[in-house]
C-alpha cells in the first residue's frame, strides 16, 4: 500500500496541527497503522498507533494527552492530531501500515511494511 503524508508546518509552542495519511487502498479496516518521528540525528521513534482492529490507540508517553491519532476506514485516511506542540515535537514524521502486525508489535517500526515520505513539523519556542 502507498502512503502520503500531510499536513505538517512551522508553528509555535503551545499551537496545534493535524497530520494526514492518505493510503491507496479502498479502505483502511484491518490495517494496524502507525505514526513515527525522526528527528536530526536520532533513532526513528513510536508516537502513536492504532491496532488492526480499530480499538484504543496507544501513545508514547511524552504525547499522552496531547496527541490523538484517529482513523477513517472509509475515506483511507488516518490522523494525528497534535495539540499543545512543544519543541521537543520538532521532527519528521511519518505514517506506516500493515495488515498482518500484532498488537505487540505496534510501537516497532520494523514491524510495518508500507511507509509514507514523511512530513516535516517544526516547532519554535
Known amino acids: 500500500v502507498q502512503l502520503q503524508a500531510s499536513g505538517g508546518g512551522s508553528v509555535q509552542a503551545g499551537e496545534s496541527l493535524r497530520l494526514s495519511c492518505a493510503a491507496s487502498?479502498?479502505?483502511?479496516?484491518?490495517?494496524?497503522l502507525g505514526w513515527f518521528r525522526q528527528a536530526p540525528g536520532k533513532r526513528r521513534e513510536f508516537v502513536a498507533a492504532s491496532p488492526r482492529t480499530g480499538g484504543t490507540a496507544l501513545y508514547t508517553n511524552s504525547v499522552k494527552g496531547r496527541f490523538t491519532m484517529s482513523r477513517d476506514n472509509a475515506k483511507s485516511t488516518v490522523y494525528l492530531l497534535m495539540n499543545s506542540l512543544e519543541p521537543e515535537d520538532t521532527a519528521v514524521y511519518y505514517c506506516?501500515?500493515?495488515?498482518?502486525?500484532?498488537?505487540?508489535?505496534?510501537?516497532?517500526?520494523?514491524?510495518?511494511?508500507?511507509w509514507g515520505q514523511g512530513t516535516q513539523v517544526t516547532v519554535s519556542s
Open positions: 506506516a501500515a500493515n495488515p498482518r502486525i500484532i498488537y505487540s508489535s505496534l510501537g516497532e517500526p520494523s514491524s510495518y511494511d508500507s
Open positions: 487502498v479502498r479502505t483502511l479496516s484491518g490495517y494496524g
